[in-house]
């Protein structure tokens, strides 16, 4: 049979067979940050993209376009973080959004998912954190590499599960091996530890008897010696903790894998197991705790190069080279039996089956705990028990064996208890387990025992254990039946214990249905408002928990309307048809009993399925007319009961009409006005108001008709007429009114409406004969009746109306009234009397065409000329006259002509056709070009429209007459120019008909017009402008004309011409206008840039020799590369301007000999410092040596120093050497001469040029050369810069010349300028190299050196006393306290530590200090409390003393901080008292001190056996107004003064009668009559005198009682003096004079005369009100409220009568 092994080895995945290529699966290219996804990127052809496998769905991979170097998947969720160069981004693929974006300024080689929300990033010096979450964008600088790791593969990045501690690690090839190295660093501390391993892991363990976790760091590594397997545990350990003990094993590698190592670890948190996977695919697993080997073997033939945790089996997965997914992970039912038979280790087997509750070592816990208990060693034997796994020994019988057991020799405890102590320590208790602990812990009645396991569910709960504990306690049994879920005896405690509420809440909860018509008539019988309650708790659910029928005949069974119906209300709230019924009876009930409920509820309208019909009737019969009115359908009934409209309020009576339908609506309004039309009018109108929209205007009209009630129409029609658009109610209210005599409300709706038919109006107003016509008068005013106006009123004989309209109500009318006049043949008198009447306040314009229609107008003559003698200016006024005169051909030009007032367009208009000249003189006077245009194109009046156009000047105007639409413009133009132009005397006239041509794009035209004006002989021959634009217009329009007019004019501006005629591209025509006028420069720019023809421009210049031209020719040769040309032309020029660019192209062309002629010629013209510049280094690159040195000897502006570096950096250092010299540049001449290896020569030129820099150069070189000598004396003038310090250190040790390093600063410090950098990198040398020598260094020096830098050398180096040393000087007290609790061996000194340690900013250290010194130095703990106590939490370090069990050592320390009354010090302090039986210590104490838990130190001291405890608990209670508990305890222990003080102090008259009846049962009547002083006001009369005749001690109470018959006596006259004073007061109010009764309001529910449920509130949120009863007369049926409890309000409040909910 095959061997079982201890592992689980399975393969998930092969990636080949989704589509990965196999070239692709690697380290390079595959990352898996969890067991989810793993991340592949490839590349398909030219494009590459990333492969995301989703394990859970491997047969569907995603793949992505995406073009990055690197790809990892968050742990847990779709996200995706990518690298491209310097730029990480992190994705959300579900979401579709970038979260966040960075770019680094490094190169990051390595990073990884470290949490779900963190990105480790690791560049080539640092390592830094990226949070998914936050604002921030940038990462977190959290450590620099090691230079351990500085040519190291970074091939893994692991943190501990706080990030506390964090490790990078490396792998490189040394000496044909593969070595790995690892950094460990410390957030908190801020240190960084070299490790040489290849894998490592974090892990959390749990050791027995520890409370709290310990953080382990385990890693593997293969060196030369072997394998190794280390853990250890990083920090310090946890307050309590015992620290872990290191483990290191051996790693077996087979032989055929002698160069194997770890390359992965994962730890397993589930099993505590160590998974190391080497490169060979060997597995190997190691406990976590004993560090034990447990298996080895070979997985894979290939390396698994990538590795995750494994959630689902707590183990780890994996990708191997060939692309398989594989996972490894502890067998759970193999590896305990592996262990125990295989490797034979029991103690290990125990262990893992123990800590992991695995399967597989019954037989071993058993025979162990056989063996044990045989031994007795009952203790182990229990442990045993209660360890094993699966609960295989937590059995009856094992409860049996230990109780049959007896208590040993020397124990007070029994195994059993012992046992089951062990068990509630570990977890919690089975079925029999808690039967047999809680059975003698019930005989001793300890039951807050059983209390405290239940509330830490230590117990299982069972119907036995709460049948075992009910006769002892059914508080205590509930709670246990509920834990156990058995309904039926959960309900019969709550029932049992007055807990009805709680019956239906936990019954709904738990399914189970009790018989609740049985439970609610006992709960009837014990308290009516108990059962509403509980009734209402059964139906507050959509579905009854019983019927509700069934519980109504419970209350009414009782006759209990008020709960009844206070239920019902609550039942019926949500008004289901299905309850009809009930609604009906609740009525009923209400109706016949208290109406007034029963009207609130249906004001309320809450129900609507009652029987109506009979509801009805019943309100009827109670009065309630109006909830009667509601309810009638018949319209009989309604009719019968609507015609009293006295007895109904008014508001809700016009309301109750919306319900009617339109039919009885109307019939009802017509019974109303029948029976009594006085009475029933107001409230008609009010319906006929509010309604007629729906029973219509038109039957409503005809009601009022029909009843003659023109007041009624008048009133109804008078509140609608304002917001109606109906034209018969406007006219029927017209109507109303006339008959009413409302004549001003007629003149109102005439003037203000806008619906009524004007016309039909006008006919009944002209009808009805008014004595006051206004009526009329607005009507035909308004609607334009005023010609019928004028006829019926001039024809009627009523003339002063006329006179009365014109002049009062609108004069504007006036010229329709004098048409009227006029066609009516009125006497021109009385018209013209009329008009001047009214002067000025009409439109003369309306007047003038009324009168011209009728062909009347010279009948306004007189009166227009008056106008214009009183000097009216008004157009109309003198276009009348204009009309006239032009009718009459009375001078009309001349008036056209000088009359400035008229209107142009009107008068011009009604010329057109009668004299086309005058239209003409018109229409030009008022400048109406668009109406002066039309008339000369339509009678062909072209010479005139021209001269027009020329005088206007209106450049808008041309363009209007020049657009091509213009079917005139050939005529036109013809005329302007042969006519208009030829005319013109105004410059500016020919301007703008010029510019108008030229606008309209008419080149050709505007030549013609142009050669008119220029060519022939007219005063604008000459004209600059003119000749311009000639030429222009030729250029763009003929350009073959352009040469004859360059020739045949000279008058034009010739450059601007010309360079209009180059971007035209007519060069020869420039060059020909240039030539002309002897422009030559611009000449041949034209041949140079245009002509492009150097040859030709070389023979213009050999023709004008001028310089500007030979130049101009230079520039263009050097421009096209002839650079000797360019040079020769430039010498002919003798011109030097262009030095620079000549000497660049001498440069590229390498031309020296040429440039050196040039730069003579150039030298001579103007002794410029770049000229000779250029000059000596055309020397120097001559090779022309001796005529540099002659050169440079003699007198120049040369920039030798520049020189002298293009020399240095083209390697002439002769040349260079002659330069510097030349200049005394020792610094430059230094770097020269050691070139040329003249190192003594170099060091005399540094010394000479004294520059940090040279002696830097010189002294590097000095060292390459090994010429220390030399080196030490450069380097002495180094160091006294700090800035220069640390690269000439790092040049030195980058050697390995350390000794010599060593001596020169050494050396140095004696310096005049030493400084701190030279001292600090002393010290940091003497860590590294000279340890021995740096505590002297620094007791030396150390002002003088930078701390900080030395901390981290001295740390480094392990130097903790120096540390310690600088930590103190630097004022870092919290490191040096730290540094010494860390190394207390080499670092701690009890008088520096206490001097240091009070200095320190972390408070955290304090405590931290105390667990150091409980360790190290526990007797003097109390010296360092006393200079903690200022600054220390009290509370924490008496918690932290607690917790370790060392309170007494600390009591001198608590002494000393009570004052500060702080409740953890009080609390330890009384409990140190309590145990040392101090009770005078703990009274002063809580009587100085009271901040402390006083209910929990008086329940300790009750239960002490010494009675000054008790009695201080009793003294406790009081303190917290437990009065009941402090008495009890008084009489417990007979302190019978204490008892009596503290329940005169209570003022609770129960509790003083309890105590008095206690002192009399016990005989102690001395007792009971101090008893009644004490609690004289407390006792009640009746029962001293009770109990004193009870028991014959009257003589003992009689003082007492003397005393209240005082008292009393005292009150009763008090109160019949009061009583006195109050019926004299009603006698004076009786005689007071009484309004008569109907003057009385009508009364409302609130004010009635019957009663008002309690806490009934009728009138809260309900719109209806109760009926108005008779005048003086009770309703009838109305029930005598009877008397109520005073103290009932509460049951009343509960009865739920509040309708305004």
Known sequence: MAQNLPIKFQEHLQLQNVGINAANIGFSTLTMESDKYICVREKVGEQSQVVIIDLADSANPIRRPISAESAIMNPASKVIALKAGRTLQIFNMEMKSKLKAHTMTEDVVFWKWISTNMIGLVTETSVYHWSMEGDSQAPTKMFDKHASLANCQIINYRTDAKQKWLLLIGISAQANRVVGAMQLYSVDRRVSQPIEGHAASFAQLKLDGNKEESTLFCFAVRGQQGGKLHIIEVGAPAAGNQPFVKKTVDVFFPPEAQNDFPVAMQVSQKHHVIFVVTKYGYIHMYDLESAVCVFMNRISADTIFVTAPHDATSGLIGVNRKGQVLSVSVDEENVVPYITNVLQNTDLALKIATRNNLAGAEELFSRKFNTLFAQGNYSEAAKVAANAPKGILRTTQTIQKFLSVPVQPGQTTPPLLQYFGILLDQGKLNKFESLELCRPVLQQNRKQLMEKWLKEEKLECSEELGDLVKPTDSTLALSIYLRANIPNKVIMCFAETRQFQKIVLYAKKVGYTPDYIFLLRNVMRMSADTGKQFAMMLVQDDEPLADVAQIVDVFMEQNLIQQCTAFLLDALKNNRPAEGALQTRLLEMNLMHAPQVADAILGNQMFSHYDKAHVAQLCEKAGLLQRALEHYTDLYDIKRAIIHTHLLNSEWLVNYFGSLSVDDSLECVKAMLQANIRQNLQICVQVATKYHEQLTTEKLIEIFESFKSFEGLFYFLGSIVNFSQDADVHFKYIQAACKTGQIKEVERICRESNCYDPDKVKNFLKEAKLTDQLPLIIVCDRFDFVHDLVLYLYRNNIPKYIEIYVQKVNPSRLPVVVGGLLDVDCQEDTIKNLIMVVKGQFSTDELVAEVEKRNRLKLLLPWLESRVHDGSEEPATHNALAK??????????????????????????????????????????????????????????????????????????????????????????????????????????????????????????????????????????????????????AIKADSTRVMDYITQLDNYDAP????????????????????????????????????????????????????????????????????????????????????????????????????????????????????????????????????????????????????????????????????????????????????????????????????????????????????????????????????????????????????????????????????????????????????????????????????????????????????????????????????????????????????????????????????????????????????????????????????????????????????????????????????????????????????????????????????????????????????????????????????????????????????????????????????????????????????????GIVDYAMPYLIQVMREFTVKVDKLESSENVRKQEEENTDKAPQPIVYDNPTLMITAGPAYAQPGFTPNAGMPGTMPPQMPGVMPQSMPVPPPMNPMAGNNAAAAGFNFGM
């Open 884 to 1033: 006239i005169y032009i009718d009459s051909n009375n001078n009309p030009e001349r008036f056209l002509r000088e009359n400035p007032h008229y209107d142009s367009r009107v008068v011009g208009k009604y010329c057109e056709k009668r004299d086309p000249h005058m239209a003409c003189v018109c229409y030009e006077r008022g400048k109406c070009d668009d109406e002066l245009i039309q008339l000369c194109n339509e009678n062909s009046l072209f010479k005139s429209e021209a001269r027009y156009l020329v005088k206007r000047k209106d450049g808008e105007l041309w363009v209007k007459v020049l657009e091509d639409t213009n079917q005139y413009r050939r005529q036109l133009i013809d005329q302007v120019v042969q006519t208009a132009l030829g005319e013109a005397q105004d410059p500016d006239e020919i301007s703008v008909a010029v510019k108008a041509f030229m606008a309209a794009d008419l080149p050709n035209e505007l030549i013609e017009l142009l050669e008119k004006i220029v060519l022939e002989g007219t005063m604008f021959s000459d004209h600059r402008n003119l000749q311009n634009l000639l030429i222009l217009t």
């Open 1056 to 1591: 601007d011409i010309a360079n209009i005629a180059i971007q035209n591209e007519l060069f020869e025509e420039a060059f020909a206008i240039f030539n002309k006028f002897d422009v030559n420069s611009s000449a041949i720019s034209v041949l140079i840039e245009h002509v492009n023809n150097l040859d030709r421009a070389y023979e213009f210049a050999e023709r004008c020799n001028e310089a500007s031209v030979w130049s101009q020719l230079a520039r263009a040769q050097l421009n096209a590369g002839m650079v000797k040309e360019a040079i020769d032309s430039y010498i002919k020029a003798d011109d030097p301007s262009s030095y620079m660019e000549v000497v660049d192209a001498s440069n590229k062309s390498e031309n020296w000999e040429d440039l050196v002629r040039y730069l003579q010629m150039a030298r001579k013209k103007a002794r410029e410092s770049y000229v000779e510049t250029e000059l000596v280094f055309a020397f120097a690159k001559t090779n022309r040596l001796a005529d540099l040195e002659e050169f440079i000897s003699g007198p120049n502006n040369a920039n030798i120093q520049q020189v002298g570096d293009r020399c240095y950096d083209q390697k002439m250092y002769e040349s260079a050497k002659i330069l510097f010299n030349n200049i005394s540049n020792f610094a430059r001449l230094a770097s020269t001469v050691v070139h040329l290896g003249e190192f003594q020569n170099a060091v005399d030129a540094a010394r000479k040029a004294n520059s940090t820099r040279t002696w830097k150069e010189v002294c590097f070189a000095c060292v390459d050369s090994e010429e220390f000598r030399m080196a030490q004396t450069c380097g002495l003038h180094i160091v006294v810069h700090a800035d220069e310090l640390e690269e000439l250190i790092s040049y030195y040790q980058d050697r390995g010349y350390f000794e010599e390093l060593i001596t020169m600063l050494e050396a140095a410090l004696g310096l005049e300028r030493a400084h701190m950098g030279m001292f600090t990198e002393l010290a940091i040398l003497y860590s590294k190299y000279k340890p021995g020598k740096m505590r002297e260094h620094l007791e030396l020096f150390w002002s003088r050196v930078n701390i900080p830098k030395v901390l981290r050398a001295a740390e480094q180096a392990h130097l903790w006393a120096e540390l310690v040393f600088l930590y103190d000087k630097y004022e870092e007290y919290d490191n040096a306290v730290v540094t010494m609790m860390s190394h207390p061996t080499d670092a701690w000194k009890e008088g520096q530590y206490k001097d240091i340690v009070t200095k320190v900013a972390n408070i955290e250290l304090y405590y931290k200090s105390l667990k150091f010194y409980l360790d190290y130095k526990p007797m003097l703990l109390n010296d360092l409390l006393a200079v903690l106590t200022p600054r220390m939490d009290h509370t924490r370090a008496v918690s932290f003393f607690r917790k370790v069990n060392r309170m007494a050592l600390v009591k001198p320390y608590l002494r000393s901080v009570q004052n500060h009354n702080n409740k953890a010090i009080n609390e330890a302090l009384n409990d140190l008292l309590i145990e040392e039986e101090d009770y005078n210590g703990i009274r002063s104490s809580i009587d100085a001190y009271d901040n402390f838990d006083t209910i929990g130190l008086a329940q300790r001291l009750e239960k002490h056996e010494l009675i000054e405890f008790r009695r201080i608990a009793a003294y406790l209670y009081k303190g917290n107004n437990r009065w009941k508990q402090s008495v009890e305890l008084c009489k417990k222990d007979l302190l019978y003064k204490d008892a009596m003080i503290y329940a005169g102090e209570s003022r609770d008259t129960e509790l003083a009668e309890e105590l008095m009846d206690w002192f009399l049962e016990k005989g102690k009547f001395e007792c009971f009559a101090a008893g009644l002083y004490s609690c004289y006001d407390l006792v009640r009369p009746d029962v001293v005198l009770e109990q004193a005749w009870r028991f």
